[in-house]
């Protein structure tokens, strides 16, 4: 790994505690305006400070995030795509290239890779083909092991989706969280961020955040359970608690909810 690379990933996964917590906003590419990204600038702006990278797509990066205020942000930009929720979702391509990355000044590109799905084959060799862009270029790649239709997110079918995309060259992958977790992150070479997966209630999620870092994990890539939360900025900094400071879930529920509290002071505030 060449220095640029290494210092890239480094943006990315904090040198200080060498975890992560990444804000994923990138639902948009194939499930249209999700709730909580319908106004993208709008939810994306407050959480800039809190996160240690941003994953969304090119056309919201260009469109919605402020380039003077993401200065300090890393930029984990998604690269692949072609089809929605109205399609086979496996059948994605390589959707932007390795030079409007390096014009977008990101940190890591990101694709998807559907492992034991139709389009199995096509998204393996596209991961394949954007590492060797990624070695010429510096550029580290995250592999995303999304879940074919029939398959379901248990230990040994992640095991395999990750072992096979640090075998292709992934720098690092992001995966779910499951049972036996460790054997995930047992077995695969690189690090592993756990997806944040469906929204479901805040105590749940910084549970599980927790459960990811102590089976292995080196972060997070949350989104629908930080921007959908009642909170996003109070969730946040209570998911970066557990991440960075190995705080446990009850506590870091007290510090959401007393952050919670003092934002709605603040609204109150502002409306008098």
Avoid at 73 to 85: A, E, K
Avoid at 111 to 138: C, F, M, P, W
Wanted: net charge neutral; glycine share 10%.
């Amino acid at each position: 790994m060449d220095w640029g690379l290494k210092n890239r990933l480094s943006r990315v996964i904090r040198p200080e505690t060498g975890r992560a917590v990444m804000l994923a906003v990138d639902h948009g590419y194939f499930l249209g305006p999700t709730t909580g990204l319908e106004d993208a600038e709008k939810t994306v702006k407050p959480l800039l400070p809190y996160a240690d990278a941003l994953m969304p797509a090119r056309g919201v990066l260009r469109t919605c995030v402020d380039p003077a205020l993401a200065v300090d942000t890393p930029i984990v930009i998604r690269v692949s795509g072609g089809n929605s929720i109205l399609g086979e979702l496996s059948d994605e391509d390589l959707t932007m290239t390795m030079e409007d990355a390096l014009r977008l000044n990101v940190s890591g590109v990101a694709l998807s890779i559907y492992v034991g799905a139709e389009n199995q084959h096509r998204t393996l060799i596209n991961l394949a083909k954007l590492v060797d862009e990624g070695t010429r270029y510096g550029m580290p790649v995250l592999a995303v092991t999304a879940v074919g239709k029939d398959l379901g997110k248990d230990a040994r079918y992640l095991a395999l989706s990750c072992r096979i995309a640090a075998e292709l060259g992934a720098h690092f992958v992001k995966t779910y969280y499951c049972d036996n977790f460790e054997r995930v992150t047992g077995t695969c070479p690189v690090p592993i961020v756990m997806a944040g997966g469906k929204k479901i209630p805040e105590l749940d999620a910084l549970e599980l955040t927790a459960k990811a870092i102590d089976g292995g994990a080196v972060g997070v890539d949350m989104g629908r359970n930080i921007f959908q939360a009642d909170d996003p900025v109070a969730m946040i900094q209570a998911v970066r608690a557990v991440v960075h400071e190995d705080l446990k879930p009850t506590k870091a529920y007290e510090m959401y909810k007393d952050l919670k509290g003092e934002g709605k002071k603040k609204a109150k505030k502002k409306k008098k």
